[in-house]
Protein backbone atom coordinates (compact mmCIF):
# COMPACT_ATOMS: atom_id res chain seq x y z
CA UNK A 1 0.00 0.00 0.00
CA UNK A 2 2.82 2.30 1.15
CA UNK A 3 5.07 1.19 -1.88
CA UNK A 4 1.92 2.46 -4.58
CA UNK A 5 1.55 5.61 -2.87
CA UNK A 6 4.89 6.42 -3.23
CA UNK A 7 4.85 5.17 -6.78
CA UNK A 8 1.77 7.32 -7.46
CA UNK A 9 3.37 10.61 -6.04
CA UNK A 10 6.76 9.86 -7.85
CA UNK A 11 4.27 9.63 -10.99
CA UNK A 12 2.71 12.62 -10.20
CA UNK A 13 5.61 15.03 -9.68
CA UNK A 14 7.20 13.88 -12.71
CA UNK A 15 4.07 14.78 -14.60
CA UNK A 16 3.58 18.10 -13.19
CA UNK A 17 7.50 18.78 -13.75
CA UNK A 18 7.20 19.46 -16.84
CA UNK A 19 4.03 21.88 -16.74
CA UNK A 20 5.84 23.61 -14.11
CA UNK A 21 9.13 24.37 -15.64
CA UNK A 22 7.02 25.97 -18.74
CA UNK A 23 4.80 28.49 -16.20
CA UNK A 24 7.87 29.17 -14.73
CA UNK A 25 9.70 30.18 -17.62
CA UNK A 26 9.07 34.11 -17.09
CA UNK A 27 8.43 33.01 -12.87
CA UNK A 28 9.95 36.24 -11.18
CA UNK A 29 11.42 38.16 -14.63
CA UNK A 30 10.05 41.25 -13.09
CA UNK A 31 12.69 41.07 -10.15
CA UNK A 32 15.31 39.78 -12.12
CA UNK A 33 15.44 41.95 -14.80
CA UNK A 34 13.28 44.33 -13.08
CA UNK A 35 13.88 48.35 -13.05
CA UNK A 36 13.96 49.34 -9.71
CA UNK A 37 13.09 52.85 -8.66
CA UNK A 38 16.22 54.75 -6.76
CA UNK A 39 13.87 56.23 -4.21
CA UNK A 40 14.21 54.21 -1.41
CA UNK A 41 10.71 54.51 0.39
CA UNK A 42 9.24 52.35 -2.54
CA UNK A 43 8.80 48.90 -1.58
CA UNK A 44 7.96 46.05 -4.29
CA UNK A 45 4.07 44.83 -4.38
CA UNK A 46 4.69 41.09 -4.44
CA UNK A 47 0.82 39.98 -5.05
CA UNK A 48 0.66 42.52 -8.02
CA UNK A 49 3.74 42.22 -9.96
CA UNK A 50 3.99 39.63 -12.62
CA UNK A 51 5.44 38.24 -15.57
CA UNK A 52 4.39 35.89 -17.57
CA UNK A 53 5.77 35.30 -21.68
CA UNK A 54 4.06 37.19 -24.81
CA UNK A 55 3.93 36.61 -28.63
CA UNK A 56 4.65 39.62 -30.68
CA UNK A 57 1.12 41.42 -31.23
CA UNK A 58 -0.14 39.87 -28.05
CA UNK A 59 -2.69 41.86 -25.75
CA UNK A 60 -3.49 41.38 -21.79
CA UNK A 61 -4.44 42.10 -18.60
CA UNK A 62 -3.76 42.16 -15.24
CA UNK A 63 -5.63 43.93 -12.15
CA UNK A 64 -4.29 46.29 -9.75
CA UNK A 65 -6.10 47.70 -6.48
CA UNK A 66 -5.49 51.23 -5.69
CA UNK A 67 -5.69 52.81 -2.08
CA UNK A 68 -6.03 56.23 -1.37
CA UNK A 69 -3.02 57.98 0.36
CA UNK A 70 -0.38 55.80 -2.07
CA UNK A 71 1.77 55.98 -4.19
CA UNK A 72 2.40 53.97 -6.74
CA UNK A 73 5.10 53.03 -9.61
CA UNK A 74 4.52 50.68 -12.46
CA UNK A 75 7.74 49.52 -14.61
CA UNK A 76 7.87 47.41 -17.58
CA UNK A 77 10.88 45.19 -18.53
CA UNK A 78 10.49 42.65 -21.62
CA UNK A 79 12.84 40.52 -23.85
CA UNK A 80 14.82 42.14 -26.86
CA UNK A 81 12.94 39.63 -29.25
CA UNK A 82 9.85 41.52 -28.57
CA UNK A 83 10.85 44.41 -29.73
CA UNK A 84 9.80 47.81 -29.51
CA UNK A 85 8.87 49.41 -26.77
CA UNK A 86 5.54 48.02 -24.59
CA UNK A 87 2.41 49.93 -24.57
CA UNK A 88 0.15 49.94 -21.62
CA UNK A 89 -2.87 51.17 -20.30
CA UNK A 90 -4.37 52.19 -16.89
CA UNK A 91 -8.48 51.47 -17.14
CA UNK A 92 -10.81 52.13 -14.77
CA UNK A 93 -12.47 49.36 -14.35
CA UNK A 94 -15.40 50.37 -12.71
CA UNK A 95 -16.30 52.87 -15.71
CA UNK A 96 -13.59 51.57 -18.28
CA UNK A 97 -12.14 55.16 -18.13
CA UNK A 98 -8.63 55.25 -19.49
CA UNK A 99 -6.37 57.18 -17.38
CA UNK A 100 -3.23 56.96 -18.49
CA UNK A 101 -1.88 55.42 -21.63
CA UNK A 102 2.30 55.54 -22.10
CA UNK A 103 1.59 56.31 -26.17
CA UNK A 104 0.98 60.08 -25.30
CA UNK A 105 3.57 59.58 -23.22
CA UNK A 106 6.81 58.95 -25.63
CA UNK A 107 5.86 55.14 -24.65
CA UNK A 108 7.93 55.75 -21.12
CA UNK A 109 7.81 52.08 -20.11
CA UNK A 110 7.57 53.29 -16.40
CA UNK A 111 5.19 55.63 -14.61
CA UNK A 112 5.00 57.02 -11.09
CA UNK A 113 0.95 57.97 -9.84
CA UNK A 114 -0.57 59.15 -6.78
CA UNK A 115 -3.49 57.53 -5.76
CA UNK A 116 -6.77 60.10 -4.32
CA UNK A 117 -9.27 57.91 -4.39
CA UNK A 118 -9.24 53.88 -4.08
CA UNK A 119 -10.57 51.72 -6.83
CA UNK A 120 -9.91 48.77 -9.23
CA UNK A 121 -7.69 49.16 -12.42
CA UNK A 122 -7.07 47.41 -15.44
CA UNK A 123 -3.15 47.64 -17.06
CA UNK A 124 -3.66 46.28 -20.52
CA UNK A 125 -0.70 45.23 -21.86
CA UNK A 126 0.48 45.57 -25.69
CA UNK A 127 3.60 43.91 -27.37
CA UNK A 128 3.93 45.74 -30.95
CA UNK A 129 4.24 43.48 -33.83
CA UNK A 130 2.29 40.71 -35.20
CA UNK A 131 2.44 36.66 -34.74
CA UNK A 132 1.15 34.16 -37.10
CA UNK A 133 -0.21 31.90 -33.72
CA UNK A 134 -2.98 34.83 -33.18
CA UNK A 135 -3.93 34.38 -36.75
CA UNK A 136 -5.23 31.05 -36.45
CA UNK A 137 -8.75 31.08 -35.49
CA UNK A 138 -9.05 32.70 -39.09
CA UNK A 139 -7.75 29.55 -40.51
CA UNK A 140 -9.23 26.20 -39.58
CA UNK A 141 -7.65 23.85 -41.40
CA UNK A 142 -4.25 24.53 -41.32
CA UNK A 143 -1.09 24.04 -39.71
CA UNK A 144 0.33 27.39 -37.78
CA UNK A 145 3.68 27.49 -37.79
CA UNK A 146 5.25 27.74 -34.62
CA UNK A 147 5.78 31.37 -32.69
CA UNK A 148 9.44 31.66 -32.60
CA UNK A 149 9.20 35.48 -31.64
CA UNK A 150 8.14 34.69 -28.02
CA UNK A 151 9.63 36.27 -24.73
CA UNK A 152 8.96 37.44 -21.06
CA UNK A 153 7.31 40.65 -19.87
CA UNK A 154 8.01 41.47 -16.54
CA UNK A 155 5.56 44.04 -14.84
CA UNK A 156 7.06 45.27 -11.94
CA UNK A 157 4.98 47.32 -9.38
CA UNK A 158 6.30 49.49 -6.29
CA UNK A 159 4.44 51.32 -3.48
CA UNK A 160 5.05 53.33 -0.55
CA UNK A 161 2.97 55.79 1.45
CA UNK A 162 2.06 59.46 -0.42
CA UNK A 163 5.22 61.72 1.57
CA UNK A 164 3.39 64.40 3.41
CA UNK A 165 4.40 67.73 1.42
CA UNK A 166 4.53 71.33 3.49
CA UNK A 167 5.07 71.88 7.20
CA UNK B 1 8.33 -28.71 -61.24
CA UNK B 2 9.47 -29.52 -57.27
CA UNK B 3 12.96 -27.66 -57.90
CA UNK B 4 11.22 -24.82 -59.72
CA UNK B 5 9.34 -23.93 -56.46
CA UNK B 6 12.14 -24.72 -54.20
CA UNK B 7 13.77 -22.34 -56.25
CA UNK B 8 11.66 -19.57 -56.59
CA UNK B 9 10.46 -20.19 -52.35
CA UNK B 10 14.13 -19.76 -51.21
CA UNK B 11 14.84 -16.40 -53.55
CA UNK B 12 11.21 -15.23 -51.91
CA UNK B 13 12.51 -15.89 -48.37
CA UNK B 14 15.88 -13.94 -49.66
CA UNK B 15 13.64 -10.84 -51.04
CA UNK B 16 12.01 -10.55 -47.88
CA UNK B 17 15.17 -10.98 -45.16
CA UNK B 18 17.24 -8.43 -47.08
CA UNK B 19 14.03 -5.93 -47.32
CA UNK B 20 13.75 -6.83 -43.23
CA UNK B 21 17.40 -6.49 -42.66
CA UNK B 22 17.24 -3.14 -44.69
CA UNK B 23 14.10 -1.79 -42.91
CA UNK B 24 15.75 -3.19 -39.32
CA UNK B 25 18.68 -0.95 -40.32
CA UNK B 26 17.10 2.41 -40.75
CA UNK B 27 14.34 1.84 -37.43
CA UNK B 28 16.92 2.79 -35.20
CA UNK B 29 18.37 5.43 -37.39
CA UNK B 30 16.67 8.42 -35.69
CA UNK B 31 18.89 7.72 -32.54
CA UNK B 32 22.03 8.82 -34.07
CA UNK B 33 19.73 12.02 -34.68
CA UNK B 34 20.03 13.28 -30.94
CA UNK B 35 21.10 16.79 -31.98
CA UNK B 36 17.31 17.70 -33.48
CA UNK B 37 16.15 16.77 -29.93
CA UNK B 38 15.90 20.44 -28.11
CA UNK B 39 14.88 21.04 -24.54
CA UNK B 40 11.52 21.05 -23.44
CA UNK B 41 10.47 18.40 -26.48
CA UNK B 42 9.85 14.36 -25.82
CA UNK B 43 9.43 11.83 -29.00
CA UNK B 44 6.28 11.00 -30.71
CA UNK B 45 5.48 7.01 -30.72
CA UNK B 46 5.67 7.52 -34.54
CA UNK B 47 9.40 8.64 -35.29
CA UNK B 48 10.65 6.18 -37.37
CA UNK B 49 14.21 5.50 -39.17
CA UNK B 50 13.36 4.14 -43.09
CA UNK B 51 15.20 3.32 -46.14
CA UNK B 52 14.68 5.52 -48.41
CA UNK B 53 15.41 5.54 -52.50
CA UNK B 54 14.53 7.90 -55.20
CA UNK B 55 11.84 5.15 -56.36
CA UNK B 56 8.96 5.89 -54.01
CA UNK B 57 8.30 7.98 -52.00
CA UNK B 58 7.84 7.01 -47.92
CA UNK B 59 4.98 8.01 -45.41
CA UNK B 60 4.84 8.58 -41.37
CA UNK B 61 1.55 8.92 -40.14
CA UNK B 62 0.45 10.74 -36.50
CA UNK B 63 -2.26 12.58 -34.71
CA UNK B 64 -1.85 16.29 -33.73
CA UNK B 65 -3.97 17.99 -30.86
CA UNK B 66 -4.41 21.10 -29.72
CA UNK B 67 -2.20 22.56 -27.05
CA UNK B 68 0.75 21.08 -28.71
CA UNK B 69 3.44 22.62 -30.48
CA UNK B 70 5.03 19.52 -32.82
CA UNK B 71 8.74 19.55 -34.15
CA UNK B 72 8.98 17.71 -37.56
CA UNK B 73 12.77 17.08 -38.36
CA UNK B 74 13.70 15.07 -41.29
CA UNK B 75 17.27 13.53 -40.42
CA UNK B 76 19.31 11.77 -43.37
CA UNK B 77 23.00 12.64 -42.73
CA UNK B 78 23.82 9.91 -45.66
CA UNK B 79 21.50 11.04 -48.32
CA UNK B 80 23.34 14.39 -49.82
CA UNK B 81 20.64 16.14 -50.61
CA UNK B 82 18.01 17.84 -49.08
CA UNK B 83 14.51 15.32 -49.03
CA UNK B 84 11.88 17.10 -49.70
CA UNK B 85 8.74 16.68 -47.43
CA UNK B 86 5.05 17.41 -47.34
CA UNK B 87 2.34 17.11 -44.79
CA UNK B 88 -1.36 16.48 -45.60
CA UNK B 89 -4.41 15.72 -43.82
CA UNK B 90 -6.38 12.94 -44.15
CA UNK B 91 -8.52 14.60 -47.14
CA UNK B 92 -5.45 14.78 -48.76
CA UNK B 93 -4.92 18.14 -48.69
CA UNK B 94 -1.50 19.66 -48.43
CA UNK B 95 -1.01 21.55 -45.67
CA UNK B 96 2.61 22.16 -45.66
CA UNK B 97 5.79 21.83 -48.69
CA UNK B 98 9.20 22.40 -47.16
CA UNK B 99 10.03 23.20 -51.12
CA UNK B 100 7.79 26.94 -50.33
CA UNK B 101 10.32 27.30 -47.14
CA UNK B 102 13.19 26.54 -48.60
CA UNK B 103 13.67 22.79 -48.37
CA UNK B 104 13.58 23.43 -44.49
CA UNK B 105 14.32 19.87 -42.65
CA UNK B 106 12.80 20.91 -39.39
CA UNK B 107 9.25 22.54 -39.35
CA UNK B 108 7.11 23.30 -36.02
CA UNK B 109 3.86 24.04 -35.47
CA UNK B 110 0.71 23.71 -33.88
CA UNK B 111 -3.24 22.67 -34.74
CA UNK B 112 -6.42 24.45 -33.25
CA UNK B 113 -7.80 21.11 -33.92
CA UNK B 114 -7.73 17.52 -34.23
CA UNK B 115 -5.67 16.19 -37.26
CA UNK B 116 -4.33 12.83 -38.33
CA UNK B 117 -1.30 13.85 -40.11
CA UNK B 118 0.82 12.35 -42.82
CA UNK B 119 4.37 13.56 -43.40
CA UNK B 120 5.63 12.18 -46.94
CA UNK B 121 8.93 12.24 -47.33
CA UNK B 122 10.80 11.71 -50.99
CA UNK B 123 13.73 12.44 -53.12
CA UNK B 124 14.01 14.48 -56.21
CA UNK B 125 13.41 12.19 -59.15
CA UNK B 126 16.10 13.31 -60.70
CA UNK B 127 18.55 12.72 -58.40
CA UNK B 128 21.89 11.30 -60.20
CA UNK B 129 22.92 8.35 -57.89
CA UNK B 130 26.65 8.58 -60.00
CA UNK B 131 27.15 12.07 -58.81
CA UNK B 132 25.58 11.36 -55.07
CA UNK B 133 23.64 9.46 -52.68
CA UNK B 134 20.22 9.09 -54.06
CA UNK B 135 19.13 6.80 -51.18
CA UNK B 136 19.56 5.42 -47.92
CA UNK B 137 18.70 5.31 -43.89
CA UNK B 138 16.49 8.52 -43.30
CA UNK B 139 14.68 9.24 -40.07
CA UNK B 140 11.29 11.47 -39.13
CA UNK B 141 11.50 13.02 -36.02
CA UNK B 142 7.97 13.79 -35.05
CA UNK B 143 8.75 15.52 -31.36
CA UNK B 144 6.10 16.98 -29.26
CA UNK B 145 6.00 19.53 -25.93
CA UNK B 146 3.14 21.52 -24.51
CA UNK B 147 2.05 24.88 -26.10
CA UNK B 148 3.69 27.46 -23.15
CA UNK B 149 0.67 29.26 -22.01
CA UNK B 150 1.05 33.27 -23.48
CA UNK B 151 -0.12 36.49 -21.35
CA UNK B 152 -1.25 36.89 -17.72
Known amino acids: MLKSRTLFFTISFFLILPVLSFSQRCGSYHITHGNFSENKFYQIHKEASRSALFVKGETSHMYLEVFNGRDYRISITHDDILGGPIRFKLIDQEDDALLYDNANDNYTQEFEFTVTKSRMLIIEISVPGSSVGLEKTSQEKGLFKKDTEIGCVGVLIEHMITPRKGF | ?152
Request: proline share 2%; aromatic share 14%.
Open chain 2, 1 to 152: MKQFIVFLSGFLILLIIQSIGFSQDCFEYYKQCEEYNKKHYKYDDNTTGLFLSSYKPDTVIFEAVTGINYKISICADSISIPLHFIIENEENEILFDNSSDNLTQVFEFSVNNYKKLSVIVDIDKTCNEQITNCSGCMAVIIEKAIKPRTGF
